[in-house]
């Protein structure tokens, strides 16, 4: 299949956002490499996973089980996935053998599972954990007073290998409002860190509405969907035929 459209479309996107990310890693101090960029691809098909892993951005997010279970069954062992949605019980099976990372981790039940199926299947799953940093009851994400506890907890797991923290904040329409909740995932990961033998250098934080100021904040992996791809195409599972794409 020739991808050129979308290869121009997402080399031009790719530029931008590699520019307004190297702005925002010299505010604070750091170098552009510092960034891993996750590229969310929840509703588009797997020729724009495709067209990424071919520019090299490797870290893929899908927040569906199902979802990604059809595109990788298309695309193959490529690219480095990451879980971004909220895990479900009866899914936790699927997930350790798809995934490479889940980033939003917030309960040691679930864990618990996850680490049970992963050391069975002799895997090792990177994994974040979801820290709600805004206290919206519309958000997962374990509270940031409980965080250090879930972090210790998690770290004893075999078959986990906890990384850091992840968090989303509100959608404002000023990204600088966003600043405290990143700023706080960043204080909380410092606490937990001087309080602990925990080591957690990864924080997850930031998405296209407001990835420069979590970047200025220390984020170290941003998620981007639409400023990269564009708006998202209707839910993916409800098209007639999920197997046929835009
Ligand atoms: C959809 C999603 C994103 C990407 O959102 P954009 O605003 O399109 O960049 C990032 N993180 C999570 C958890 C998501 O569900």
Redesign the pocket.
């Known amino acids: 299949m020739n991808f050129s459209f979308y290869t121009s479309a997402i080399k031009e996107r790719l530029e931008k956002l590699q520019e307004k990310i190297e702005k925002a890693t010299q505010k604070s101090g750091r170098r552009a490499d510092a960034v891993t960029v996750v590229a969310?691809t929840?509703g588009f098909g797997p020729e724009i996973i495709e067209t990424l892993l071919q520019q090299r951005i490797l870290h893929i997010?899908e927040?569906r089980v199902q979802e990604a279970r059809i595109k990788k069954e298309i695309i193959g062992e490529k690219g480095i996935w990451h879980f971004?949605?909220h895990l479900q019980k009866n899914k936790i099976k699927l997930t350790a053998h798809l995934f490479d990372w889940v980033d939003?981790l917030d309960s040691l039940e679930e864990a618990t599972l996850l680490s049970q199926v992963a050391k069975a299947i002799g895997k090792t799953l990177k994994v974040l954990v979801q820290v709600n940093t805004s206290g919206e009851s519309t958000k997962h994400g374990t509270t940031p007073e409980q965080a250090k506890a879930l972090c210790l907890a998690i770290n004893e797991l075999p078959g986990l290998e906890l990384l850091g923290l992840m968090t989303?904040a509100p959608l404002l329409k000023e990204p600088e409002k966003a600043r405290p909740f990143f700023s706080l995932l960043r204080k909380l990961r410092d606490q937990i860190e001087s309080n602990t033998t925990l080591r957690l250098p990864v924080l997850s934080m930031g998405?296209?509405?407001d990835f420069e100021v979590a970047i200025e904040e220390g984020a170290t992996m941003i998620?981007?969907?639409?400023?990269l791809l564009g708006p998202?195409p209707s839910p993916f599972l409800k098209r007639e035929d999920p197997k046929t794409f835009l």
Do not use: A
Request: glycine share 18%; net charge positive.
């Open positions: 969310v929840k997010g927040n971004i949605g939003s989303i998405m296209s509405q998620r981007i969907g639409t400023f998202r």
